[in-house]
T-cell receptor, first 109, second 115 residues
């Protein structure tokens, strides 16, 4: 079993839709959590950190459930520019990070 | 803005060649990382360094070595390139911290093809 698991998708949604991605992690000692975005043939870039209390950045909402060991990302009012691969990232101890394989989102007009 | 640069965007080498991939960051970050990214396997950590001359093996260090002589530069070395090392190589740097500051900044990647 992978340390971080994501549904690879693809998710194909119309503009304006709300879409949610989930990610589960197996190491209960994981310390911090993030969502990164990766556009085709580009490097990953930080989208947002994920806090236990949940956090929001514009149309994006991230949540963490430590008891169930999953994190989620909700995108409201999807835009064409949201089309990308979304990577779930879990930081372990000793400075190492584990990346999920990513969930691909395509937003269509 | 953090800037992480990698020496080449595309590289083609032959089996058995020694390959150097260079990475430079301009934000005085202590931690630097080398990953490879392959379809269906995601990003996998090869090596990381938490300070000058310090290195730690990641999850897939076999066939690779690294060098960190200066804080801003972290090099990945393929001693004898093989075809199964054809991949996208991504360098990242990070300033140690917690929460919002504990994030990695990636370079643009080097797509290496070994023939």
């Amino acid at each position: 079993r992978k340390e971080v698991e994501q549904d690879p998708g693809p998710f194909n949604v119309p503009e304006g839709a709300t879409v949610a991605f989930n990610c589960t992690y197996s190491n209960s000692a994981s310390q911090s959590f993030f969502w990164y975005r990766q556009d085709c043939r580009k490097e990953p870039k930080l989208l947002m950190s994920v806090y236990s209390s949940g956090n929001e950045d514009g149309r994006f909402t991230a949540q963490l459930n430590r008891a169930s060991q999953y994190i989620s990302l909700l995108i409201r009012d999807s835009k064409l520019s949201d089309s990308a691969t979304y990577l779930c990232v879990v930081n372990r101890n000793a400075g190492k990070s584990t990346f999920g394989d990513g969930t691909t989102l395509t937003v269509k007009p | 803005d953090v800037k992480v640069t990698q020496s080449s965007r595309y590289l083609v080498k032959r089996t058995g060649e020694k390959v150097f991939l260079e990475c430079v960051q301009d934000m005085d970050h202590e931690n630097m990382f080398w990953y490879r990214q392959d379809p269906g396997l995601g990003l996998r950590l090869i090596y990381f360094s938490y300070d000058v001359k310090m290195k730690e093996k990641g999850d897939i260090p076999e066939g690779y070595s690294v060098s960190r002589e200066k804080k801003e530069r972290f090099s990945l070395i393929l001693e004898s390139a093989s075809t199964n090392q054809t991949s996208m190589y991504l360098c990242a740097s990070r300033s140690p911290g917690t929460g919002r500051t504990d994030t990695q900044y990636f370079g643009p990647g080097t797509r290496l093809t070994v023939l």
